[in-house]
Nanobody
């Protein structure tokens, strides 16, 4: 059974940096694609960043491009989300997602079958 576990969330000030980690376990083969999503109460889950393991290609939401960086450690089956210049609007629950069948990156939530429980990020001004 595939399991995803996020870590690294917390409370920071505007302009600070934070790095989230997500480790995949329970699957003998690496996933094709992993991604970070975020969600605030009453809002739909929003794709933040995605990475395609086979060639390392990435994609980002416009709201975070240039500030966030997604990266991977295939040996550890772990992805990271380096978040710089954090803003109050980045406050959300951040979720890690994995797909075993996507070819390429995707910021569409329904493309992912496996999800972590989430980690909260709060940015205060």
């Amino acid at each position: 059974q595939v399991q995803l576990v996020e870590s690294g969330g917390g409370s920071v000030q505007v302009g600070d940096s934070l790095t989230l980690s997500c480790t995949l376990s329970g699957n003998p083969y690496p996933s094709n694609t992993m991604a970070w999503f975020r969600q605030t109460p009453g809002q739909q889950r929003e794709g933040v960043a995605s990475i395609y393991h086979r060639d390392g290609s990435t994609s980002y939401a416009a709201a975070v491009k240039g500030r966030f960086t997604i990266s991977q450690d295939n040996e550890k089956k772990t992805i990271y989300l380096q978040m710089n210049s954090l803003k109050p609007e980045d406050t959300a629950m951040y979720y890690c997602a994995a797909s075993m069948i996507i070819e390429g990156t995707s910021l569409v939530s329904r493309a992912y079958a496996f999800w972590g429980p989430g980690t909260q990020v709060t940015v205060s001004s």
